[in-house]
Nanobody, 123 residues
C-alpha cells in the first residue's frame, strides 16, 4: 500500500511562488512514476507535471511550462512542484499521484492519490 501526502499550498498574489511537496510511504515507492494534477472549482482534473522516478525524466503541461518545475529527492522519496509567476488561473486544489511505471499525463493510469493541497492566487 502506498500513502501520499501533499503540503506547501497557500495563498499568494499574482507573480508569487510556492513549492509543493509530496511525501510518500510504502514499499518500493521509489520505483513509482509520480505526477501532479490540479482541479479548479467546476472544472475537470487537469494534469500539470510528471516525473519518471528512475530516469528522472520530466514533462510538463504547456500551460505551466517555463513557470513550474517538478523534481524529486530520491533519498526521501519526495516529489516537489515548484511554481513561479503564479497566475489567478493556477488557483486549484493540487494533487500528487503515483503509479507503477513511468510518469504519465493520464489520471486514469495512476494507482494512488493524495488528499490535495489548496493553492489560491489572488490580489
Amino acid at each position: 500500500q502506498v500513502s501520499l501526502s501533499e503540503s506547501g499550498g497557500g495563498s499568494v498574489q499574482p507573480g508569487g511562488s510556492l513549492r509543493l511537496s509530496c511525501t510518500a510511504s510504502g514499499a518500493s515507492i521509489n520505483d513509482y512514476g509520480r505526477g501532479w494534477f490540479r482541479q479548479a472549482p467546476g472544472k475537470e482534473r487537469e494534469w500539470v507535471a510528471a516525473i519518471t522516478w528512475k530516469s528522472g525524466f520530466v514533462f510538463l503541461a504547456d500551460s505551466v511550462k517555463g513557470r513550474f518545475s517538478i523534481s524529486r529527492d530520491s533519498a526521501k522519496g519526495t516529489v516537489f512542484l515548484r511554481m513561479n509567476n503564479l497566475k489567478p488561473d493556477d488557483t486549484a486544489v493540487y494533487f500528487c499521484a503515483a503509479r507503477r511505471g513511468p510518469g504519465s499525463r493520464y489520471a486514469f493510469e495512476y494507482d494512488y492519490w493524495g488528499q490535495g493541497t489548496q493553492v489560491t492566487v489572488s490580489s
